[in-house]
């Protein structure tokens, strides 16, 4: 397809079909915008990478329509228990209890070649999403109005298209991010570790860990991990004067397996060497170029975020881009895509970074001071750590103004009663902008009325009984999280972040002025560089 009488051939062209890639392509899908999504590889990586997601994540694939297809490859991540120099607990890293705040499994494990494959066959589905595998991403020039990219087929034939914007969800070594131009700020962590994936046989899978584990012995810390059925993984530091391709042979892989399994124990399913980064691009958009996943950010596998900060990259900006393609907001909205995914991954990945400096320890001395540290913060006992609480939430970019309760951070999802059957919130309200109010209180009929002349916002009042204009949660969950704010209303945006609260109807309508003002101002800053 070429540039044809000024026709731009594309809304959208997303380079990389991983997982970010795939989210994004689908989700332009759904929005009705035409998407090109090319891959340098013809087909999925058959082994897995990514293991953990959370219900964040899981929330928008349910959103997509997904649930039912990834299901099968997914399953509960068990708690993670951090042992010490002399084997004693220390640390436990659980999930929130239940009722759970996003109406999911909080935390989860999930096998990536089969839930990739149903990412890209969802992308797929629509038709004007085209995907187009074994394409080589050669260049881009950026105009006014366009990116032009030149393209390499797998037989060597070049060509051009062009797209309004440019996705670049093409990894660490992004060529996207390359001629773009965006640098990458390093984060001081650069640790050498082999990741080991093992199909276990079953009648060895008993005399394994049955929680997930963190040994944090400083002769060398490792990382035990239960995947979804059989599969387990280890992450095991290499030690200094390791070669990292020698380790990754098979008999130097079974030496290291030895405490808990000999060859016959099950199937060498993947064993490669990393250096554990933590990374960040200084700039994630360059006029109608924009990076996410791997392609923007690189940190330390620790609590399994990885993946999720790409899908989260994915959603936040899919929803902004489709606000600037039906022409609601001018591009100037896409500028909020750096300040809050870039702030977010650096926050988040300072606490990975000291969940991971404390791990690889090596020192002895250090390491019992740090045992001991973690032991009287948890009061004497192994300190109790909840895998959502290391999460943070938004601080800068399409927020409130006013510092409001709950800012930033994302919504809960309750359960409803609807038509005879009890729901997760977002399959009756969809996941536009919307607006909940809390349906306990007297004056919740009035606040509604204030959006009713707001086609662009759907709302409802949510409480523990229904009435004619009260949905009824089942579960308590939206009630909660009221009564610990102290709030009346919350604005929520598409990717289900608080854009603000209100405490009383006047605060309410200041919130509906403020985003109305927020998606429609008109930049003032235009400016484009011209790339070869």
């Known amino acids: 397809m070429t540039d044809i009488a000024g026709a731009i051939d594309y809304d959208v062209l997303v380079v990389g079909f991983g997982p970010t890639g795939a989210v994004a392509a689908g989700q332009l899908g759904r929005l009705g915008h035409r ?244 990374l960040v691009a200084d700039e994630w958009r360059n006029g109608r170029i924009l990076v996410a996943g791997d392609a923007a950010h690189q940190q330390p596998p620790f609590i399994g975020q990885g993946m999720c900060q790409g899908l989260r990259d994915a959603t936040n900006l899919v929803w902004k881009l489709d606000h600037v393609l039906r022409g609601v907001s001018s591009d100037s909205l896409l500028d909020s895509y750096t300040a809050e995914r870039k702030q977010h991954v650096i926050e988040l990945t300072g606490k990975v970074k000291a969940i991971g400096q404390s791990i690889c320890e090596r020192d002895p001395a250090a390491a019992r001071r740090r045992d001991a540290q973690i032991l009287a913060d948890g009061g004497g006992k192994p300190l109790l750590l909840t895998r959502q609480e290391i999460i943070p939430p938004l601080r800068a970019g399409l927020l409130a103004h006013r510092e409001t309760p709950a800012r930033g951070s994302l919504f809960p999802q309750p359960r409803v009663a609807y038509s005879g059957s009890v729901l997760l919130l977002d399959k009756v309200m969809g996941f536009s902008l919307r607006v909940f109010i809390d349906g306990r209180r007297t004056d919740a009929a009035t606040l509604l009325a204030l959006c009713d002349a707001r086609r662009d916002i759907s709302a409802a009042a949510v409480g523990p009984a229904r009435s004619s204009h009260v949905l009824e949660e089942t579960e308590g969950v939206l009630a909660s999280w009221f009564d610990r704010h102290d709030v009346a209303a919350a604005m929520v945006r598409p990717d289900h972040y608080v854009f603000g609260t209100a405490r009383n109807a006047e605060e309410l309508i200041g919130l509906l002025r403020e985003i109305d003002t927020r998606l429609r101002e008109v930049s003032t800053k235009q400016a484009t560089k011209s790339l070869i």
């Open 35 to 278: 998407t090109l999504v090319i891959d340098r590889l013809t087909d999925v990586y058959d082994k897995p990478r990514a293991i953990a997601l959370d219900h964040e994540i899981f929330r928008h694939f349910d959103n997509m329509g997904l649930t039912e297809a990834i299901s099968p490859h997914i399953e509960p991540f068990t708690a993670s228990e951090h042992f010490g120099v002399d084997g004693q607990l220390i640390r436990r890293v659980d999930m929130v209890a239940k009722p759970y705040p996003l109406g999911y499994t909080p935390s989860m494990v999930f096998s990536q070649p089969a839930v990739e494959t149903e990412l890209r066959r969802h992308a797929r589905s629509f038709s004007n999403v085209h995907a187009e595998l074994g394409v080589e991403l050669l260049g881009l020039v950026q105009t006014p109005d366009r990116v032009e990219a030149q393209l390499k087929d797998g037989d060597g034939r070049q060509r051009s298209v062009t797209a309004r914007y440019v996705i670049g969800c093409d990894g660490a070594s992004s060529t996207v991010r390359q001629i773009a131009g965006l640098g990458l700020d390093d984060l001081i962590f650069d640790e050498p570790w082999l990741v080991v994936d093992v199909r276990v046989n079953e009648n060895a899978l008993a005399r394994l860990p049955q929680c997930s584990a963190q040994f944090c012995n400083p002769a060398r810390p490792v990382s035990y991990l239960i995947g979804p059925k059989n599969h387990r993984r280890w992450e095991i530091m290499l030690l200094p004067g390791e070669d990292a391709r020698q380790m990754e042979q098979p008999d130097n892989v079974w030496k290291l397996l030895a405490p808990w399994l000999t060859p016959g124990d099950g199937e060498l399913w993947r064993a490669a060497s990393y250096r554990f980064h933590a």
